[in-house]
């Protein structure tokens, strides 16, 4: 999945559509026979499970476009996509949030999106994250899943670990929580990562490194809330899987507890799209600009924990300095993810788990 924090809202589960209005901004210009119809006052937005946003910025959303906003949260980030796949001759709302570029390629290609180019000011930098030769996504945000450490258990005699092949010394052995790439989109992606950096070779790299007594649990908070060493959850292991802008959270009295492995890192950017069949194509088109908008935006960081893509939107000081980005993260193109991931994980799963 991707990430289910604790202090994420749970969106309200409502499947259906909205009915459409009978009102208009001026319903004295609508003639009977008017073939404009206006636009329903509702709008269904599709998530995965941490989506979350501030009631405020909300509010000032639904003041400003008329529109009600319901939230479908049908799961993680790879429940989602299987969702909207399944359902997309009855789509579950009209706008989606949350399919990330391990997924993307695989909605895209089930013609689940409508095609949409927003024209927010934010859509110049959302362009960067485009998946090409496809205008149905829009880029929201982006982070980095990395490694965490717990820094007080590297104050010793042991180093901590830098990069991917140093998890490979048995100086780490019984050190290191993961989380299994089937079942969560954070443990998709530092998979890709190992990908991206060992290219054929990286099935060897995850025998060496289940040799090296790898643990790997079922989900993010199980590896980051239940078995993180780090003062705050008191678990049994100091290297965990998490993002780069885990850190900041974990700074106590001003001093940072965790730190971000930056060389094992995985770049993961998360999109919004309009859903092809939308009873409201026109309010998700809304929601989509609203996703770029500066207030949206800004609220990302603090409320979702990933950064924002607009670049007028600065993140929290403490970021800056706590919760740097890698330079040069891993990444693979979402089509070669899309042609190869089922096997990749499938082979994963036969050298790691049996």
Known sequence: ??????????????????????????????????????????????????F?????????????SGLDVTFVAPGDAGTLVNQLILTKDAPLGDVVYGVDNTFASRALE????????SD?????????????????????????????IDLAAFEGDVP???TLDDLLDPVYSGMVSVTNPATSSPGLAFLLATIAAKGDAWPEYWEALNDNDLRVTASWSDTYFTDFSAPNYGGDYPIVLSYASSP?????????????LLDTCFRQVEYAGVLEGAQNPQGAQLVVDWML???????VPENM????VSSAVQVPAEWTQFAPLAQDPWTLEPATIDSQRDEWIDTWTDTVLN
């Open 1 to 50: 999945m991707r990430i289910t924090r604790a202090f994420a809202i749970t969106a309200a589960v409502a499947v259906g559509v909205a009915a459409c209005s009978t009102a208009t901004d001026d319903p004295s210009s609508q003639s009977p026979d008017s073939t404009e119809s206006p636009m329903p006052t509702e709008v269904t937005v599709v998530t995965h499970d941490s």
């Open 52 to 64: 979350a946003v501030p009631d405020d910025v909300l509010a000032a959303f639904e003041q400003e």
């Open 110 to 117: 089930a013609g689940v999106f409508a095609d949409y180019a």
């Open 120 to 148: 927010a000011p934010a859509a110049a930098d959302a362009a960067s994250y485009a998946i090409g030769g496809s205008q149905a996504l829009t880029a929201i945000d982006f982070s980095d899943v990395c490694l965490n």
């Open 160 to 162: 901590a670990p830098q």
């Open 248 to 260: 900041p959270l974990e700074v106590i009295d001003g001093q940072p507890t965790t730190a971000a």
């Open 293 to 299: 908008s500066d207030g949206f935006q800004a609220s």
């Open 305 to 308: 924990y990933v950064y924002p």
